[in-house]
């Protein structure tokens, strides 16, 4: 990569606190500056004060439907759309006031003043945060009648919709107005674009000048003003549930994440910045390779860097430097860095935006540290200062931004509707290179990503491999295998206004016969990128750049559960479909006979412990399902109808009798959540609760991947954890820490061997069937895998890793030594099991769950705490 980009500065990665630090080296200097913006990991080990505590309500509020919008929406009116908030309480205890910024119960009240300040002003509210406050989202743009307003609806959907006939269309080139998204503060303790916002919405409000009233007549300018309110208030990065935010966009596990679709989709911005610190010289992507391979790259780079050097001019021209206030220099990775900060996942928000048709993102780092360590050791003058500085520096890229927007509005128009008549003609994508893209200088053949799009995906109606539902009966086909599973993938891809059909017969394509009720996705539609980085495999990427910034292998069609079969190509005029709107319900149970449910999916999971914890009795099957009692149809009725779960007639009696299982559990913030979701009884533990003092009376399971060390425990803890194993209490242990855990408590005999530590993602595995793992897909997810050897006698291994290279996409490389690599975990035992004394134990070395991602692997977690229980 030094071919394209000699001068530019090499990333260095080291490791610190648990954590992945960049590190830009600049050339000819003898020392490296570390960026002080951590990759939050969710697999490592975080320390005995780092266990997930979130409450339960945040959780029961991310669950429920915390992200839909409470202003009604703006069906039939036009702007400005007015409303009076009603301020929360004041809190003197909001770490924003110490930084001379806007706390946020200050908000509303600024949001109400200037809403009286002209008619350019528009307040809505987006949703509510995971700890329940409002998400402000607000509208900047010259007045609309309702009438105009819905003239502008309409010219939005053809684009997206008919984009050939929208690129020729006048009206559009002369009058559509170019929405600009503005995101802020998605990071708790990255408060400074708050203000900057509120600063520029207030000059905006009531400008008088030309250049602000031409921006308002041809613009809508939407601000997000603080995207986690949780943790602006706390001081934290994460929300109430401890979720990093910006990790979240494929999953939208949260409703913040959930909000920000619905403003992508609803107002589908040309144009977007989310607002971060803190990176000294300020960052502005576009970012280092590798980039997104369904993104139309060639589009967004002409934009993407064009806009990055209007911001770094602005920014510039503020004056500042770093003799006279400590700011250095702007950097734009893709020009000034080989790697290390890149767009592959579309996990975070820059990242996510472009699949629906933004074609110019930017994350942007302002400069000046005021979080963390330094919130707590430098004088409030001195982080006022520095607080100012990035208020400075963020309003000047959001103006610039504006700036660069309106100058362009016609191509960058014309490049969104580009972006979506690829999509839904099933064009070539474009591949970068100075000749594709003129004006950007140092392209390179490293830079170049692009992908086959198949010619269509299939989730077939029962569920299984090639659609095998012949022969079934017909009323019970859709409930075969992962019927569950794939209603909620389906349910997933409509979220994300990705276009779903379903087959009104049987049907051929690709060599395959499929049932009736199967479900298609046609990708020649104008959002086939964000399909298709959901659906596909995606790819191996080691060999392509050292280190990455965070995941690299996520696929929904691999992760989720359901069965997804890709078609490269075949004649679709021929399968008669329907377009679908949402999943058809699969909730059934069977009229006669006792009664067996699935546990292949987390919502099985958490029917089956509803109705544990209503009393009703359940008994485990050979292949990990429950079998319940005839009598229990009424209460499974019921869950079938709030679950959308399958109760089939069993064939079988059943065995051990299975229970309410309580679990005390020291995991990370997503297992912490996911646990919730499977509806499991939980007690959040750590190193620190159980040293003052923990009633085991409360657990039948002992949960741990993260913030308990047993060697760190006092000598009434260390007793009271050995007393609840030597009676019986389970253990399940995920990665290093649950592995050293049940090492140090001396269980059963099994080695945990470490893999890189920055290895990640989908990866292939061999189930060998039984309680735990019977009946699971054969992907799982890795982030910094482990395996088990020198396995004592009557430890069972539940599954292991592919022979030859497990790692289906993502990035796993072995370390300099030659260990820890793929080719080392080959074969090798990735989940195991057994007993020592009245103990039963399973250790995981794989992430079932991750970020509350990779639902197909939940219900293994969920078996091995029910039977160890």
Request: no cysteine.
């Amino acid at each position: 990569m030094g071919i394209s980009r000699p001068s530019s500065p090499v990333l260095v990665t080291t490791a610190a606190a648990g954590a992945l630090l960049l590190t830009a080296l600049a050339p000819g200097s003898a020392t490296a500056d570390p960026t002080p913006r951590p990759v939050t990991r969710e697999g490592s080990p975080l320390g005995a004060d780092r266990a997930a505590k979130a409450p339960r309500a945040a959780a029961d509020r991310a669950l429920g439907d915390a992200g839909a919008p409470e202003s009604g929406g703006g069906k039939g009116r036009g702007y400005p759309r007015e409303q009076r908030l009603d301020p929360p309480p004041e809190n003197p205890a909001d770490k924003s006031i110490k930084l001379g910024l806007t706390p946020y119960h200050g908000i509303a009240p600024k949001l109400n003043e200037l809403q009286r300040v002209g008619d350019r002003v528009s307040v809505e509210i987006a949703g509510r945060s995971a700890g329940g406050h409002q998400l402000y989202l607000v509208t900047v743009t010259a007045p609309e009648s309702a009438r105009e307003t819905a003239r502008q609806e309409r010219m939005r959907e053809r684009m997206e919709n008919a984009p050939a006939a929208a690129a020729k269309d006048e009206a559009i080139k002369s009058s559509y107005k170019t929405p600009v998204f503005i995101n802020n503060n998605i990071h708790g303790n990255e408060w400074e674009g708050t203000d900057a916002a509120l600063k520029l919405i207030e000059k905006l409000a009531g400008a008088k000048d030309a250049k602000s009233k031409d921006l308002l007549a041809h613009n809508r300018l939407y601000f997000n003003i603080t995207t986690n309110p949780d943790g602006r208030i706390a001081g934290t990065r994460a929300n109430a549930n401890g979720f990093d935010l910006n990790r979240d966009f494929i999953t939208a596990s949260q409703p913040e994440a959930r909000a920000v679709r619905r403003i992508a989709i609803d107002k589908q911005p040309a144009v977007m910045i989310d607002l971060h610190g803190y990176v000294n010289g300020t960052l502005i992507e576009p970012t280092t390779p590798p980039h997104g391979e369904n993104y139309e790259y060639d589009l967004f780079l002409k934009n993407a860097y064009a806009n990055a050097l209007g911001m770094e001019a602005a920014i510039k021209g503020l004056g500042y430097t770093e003799e006279k206030d400590g700011v250095q220099p702007p950097v734009i990775p893709f020009r000034d860095q080989q790697e290390g900060w890149d767009d592959w996942p579309p996990i975070f928000t820059p990242q996510y935006m472009p699949f629906h048709g933004a074609v110019a993102t930017h994350t942007i780092e302002f400069p000046m540290q005021v979080n963390n360590e330094e919130y707590d050791t430098q004088p409030v003058a001195e982080l006022r200062r520095r607080a100012a500085i990035n208020v400075d520096i963020a309003g000047a890229a959001m103006r610039a931004t504006l700036d660069y927007t309106d100058r362009h509005r016609r191509s960058v128009i014309a490049d969104q509707i580009e972006v979506f008549r690829r999509g839904a003609t099933g064009a070539e994508q474009v591949p970068v290179s100075e000749e594709t893209v003129p004006g950007v200088p140092g392209i390179g053949p490293e830079d170049v990503y692009t992908t086959e799009f198949p010619r269509a995906y299939v989730i077939p109606a029962d569920g299984v491999k090639g659609g095998r539902g012949q022969g079934v009966p017909p009323r019970f086909r859709q409930w075969g295998r992962s019927a569950t599973a794939a209603a909620r993938l389906v349910d997933h891809l409509l979220a994300n206004d990705v276009r779903v059909e379903r087959a009104k017969h049987s049907f051929r394509i690709g060599g395959r016969a499929y049932a009736k009720g199967s479900y298609v996705v046609d990708m020649h539609q104008p959002k086939r990128g964000l399909a298709n980085v959901m659906l596909a495999d995606g790819r191996d990427i080691s060999d392509k750049v050292s280190t990455m910034y965070d995941i690299s292998g996520w696929s929904l069609g691999r992760l989720w559960g359901a069965s997804v079969d890709s078609v490269k190509d075949g004649d679709l005029d021929g399968v008669p479909t329907r377009e679908v709107r949402a999943a058809s319900r699969v909730g059934h149970v069977a009229p006669r006979g006792n009664l067996r449910l699935r546990l292949d999916d987390p919502r099985e999971i958490a029917a089956l412990n509803s109705l544990l914890a209503q009393g009703v009795s359940a008994r485990g099957d050979r292949d990990g399902g429950a079998i319940l009692p005839s009598s229990a149809r009424r209460a499974a009725t019921a869950a079938a109808k709030k679950y959308d779960v399958a109760f089939d007639v069993a064939s079988a009696k059943g065995g051990a009798a299975l229970h309410r299982t309580r679990v005390a559990a020291a995991v990370t913030p997503g297992e912490l959540f996911a646990l919730r979701e499977m509806n499991f009884d939980v007690v959040p533990v750590s190193t620190d609760v159980l040293n003052a003092g923990f009633d085991w009376k409360k657990a039948d399971v002992l949960f741990v991947s993260a913030g308990l060390d047993r060697g760190e425990l006092n000598a009434a803890a260390k007793a009271g954890l050995d007393r609840f194993l030597a009676k019986g209490g389970g253990l399940v242990g995920r990665g290093a820490t649950g592995a050293a855990l049940n090492s140090d408590a001396e269980l059963i005999a099994a080695k945990p061997v470490e893999g890189n530590g920055d290895a990640n993602g989908v990866v292939r595995v061999t189930n060998s069937g039984g309680p735990v793992t019977g009946g699971a897909p054969g992907h799982s997810f890795v982030y910094a895998p482990t395996w088990f050897t020198d396995l004592g006698p009557g430890v069972r291994v539940e599954q292991k890793y592919g022979t030859g290279n497990p790692l289906l996409s993502g990035h796993w490389r072995a370390a300099p030594d030659g260990g820890g690599g793929p080719a080392a975990a080959a074969g090798r035992a990735s989940v195991v099991s057994g007993t020592a004394g009245r103990t039963h134990v399973v250790l995981f070395g794989t992430e079932p769950l991750f970020r509350d991602h990779p639902k197909g692997m939940f219900p293994q977690v969920g078996r091995a705490l029910l039977n160890v229980g």
